[in-house]
């Protein structure tokens, strides 16, 4: 597959997983109103059960971890180069999306947050520094960030790149899962864990199991390497084995079934969105394109409509099916997405190019 097909499959896969999650999450917002959940449950259903949420966050972090560690320019400033771009990517459209939860929240919740709440979310970090996320879907990006400087660390060693390294790093952090998750359920730690803390080992071999998986498909010295493929395997067994242990009465995780399908299809959608099927839809590609402000906005979209709709039942409005109303947020929060990416995201990303003094290579 050429550099083109290349791009177009990965923009693809971002449309996929945004649509995806803004399934889940309309879906999950509109049961909660049971006029509407009258009419259409099994929309919120079909999502809860495959759990639409995890497939699309599963193939981001798999997209991510097949780009990232190879998108270091060369020369001597690769890091600081690869540092300013991707602040440049992700930091002001989170911003913006910072500033319209806030706005949004008040008006549809009557919700505040206060000036350390802000301010920590503004890091991206917040959840390191104790702090809640203003968006509940902010725990991905600060997952990014762990993704990121441990991929600077790597580089820096100069063992980014090998095969070994990544099937180690997939390795090392299933074990320190399994560890954290067995200590924490058995209190051994004195402290409670948070699910995401729990879970983050886990995502970041998911990652490291993308960049294996770049290897296979595009092998650096020519031929392809089917042990590499260990390390994937050894990732995506984990909830096939969470599912087996749930039927012997050990749960680790809350929805055993749920874990299973939402990563197991995150990888299917992965390798035949990519490899097998090779989609160049003119549409899925521009999704891929808006597909990080969708991923940002739809909670904001969702408010809103939710706040519509509650309004109309109060007068006596008969409730819309939910199908209706899962394609209006999405397409409402597409025209909103389309406004960032082309006033917001464009420009920061070509001042991030611009301030790194065009170095290195283009991250997809």
């Known amino acids: 597959m050429n550099s083109s097909h290349r791009l177009h499959s990965i923009e693809v896969l971002r449309g996929v997983a945004a649509m995806l999650v803004v399934w889940q999450h309309s879906s999950e917002m509109l049961a909660r109103i049971p006029e509407v959940a009258a009419r259409g449950a099994a929309f919120a259903a079909f999502a809860w059960n495959f759990d639409f949420g995890r497939i699309g966050v599963v193939c981001f972090f798999l997209i991510s971890g097949f780009v990232i560690p190879y998108s270091f320019p060369s020369g001597a400033a690769a890091v600081k180069s690869f ?7 992700l930091f ?9 939860a806030i706005f949004v929240y008040r008006i549809c919740e009557g919700k505040e947050f206060s000036l350390v709440e802000v301010l920590a979310n503004l890091t991206m970090i917040q959840g390191f520094l104790g702090v809640g996320h203003i968006q509940g879907l902010y725990w991905t990006l600060q997952v990014e960030l762990v993704f990121y400087a441990l991929c600077v660390i790597l580089f820096r060693c100069g063992l980014l790149w090998r095969l070994s390294i990544q099937i180690s790093m997939c ?3 299933l074990v320190t899962f399994f560890l954290v998750s067995v200590l924490d ?6 402290f409670s864990l948070s699910q995401e803390m729990r879970y983050l080992p886990y995502v970041l ?11 296979y498909f595009f092998p650096r010295e020519g031929v392809a390497k089917f042990w590499g493929l260990s390390g994937v395997v050894l990732v995506f067994s984990i909830p096939v084995l969470v599912f087996v242990l749930s039927i012997f009465g050990l749960n680790f995780v809350e929805h055993p079934g749920r874990f299973f399908f939402g990563h197991l299809f995150g990888l299917v959608i992965f390798v035949g969105g990519f490899y097998v099927l090779r989609i160049e839809s003119r549409i899925l590609l521009w999704l891929g394109a808006i597909s990080y402000s969708l991923y940002l906005f739809h909670p904001i979209v969702m408010k809103m409509v939710g706040l519509w709709v509650d309004k109309a039942l109060s007068v006596g409005v008969e409730a819309t099916h939910m199908g209706v109303l899962i394609c209006f947020i999405s397409l409402l929060t597409m025209g909103v997405a389309s406004l960032v990416y082309r006033f917001v995201e464009m420009p920061s990303i070509a001042l991030g190019r611009h301030l790194s003094r065009g170095q290195g290579t283009h991250v997809v």
Do not use: E, N
């Open 83 to 89: 540092a300013i771009r991707r602040f440049f990517r």
């Open 92 to 100: 002001p459209a989170y911003w913006l999306s910072i500033l319209a």
């Open 171 to 173: 390795v090392l952090l």
């Open 185 to 190: 359920k058995y209190s051994v730690l004195g």
């Open 205 to 215: 071999a998911i990652m490291y199991s993308g960049t294996v998986l770049r290897q």
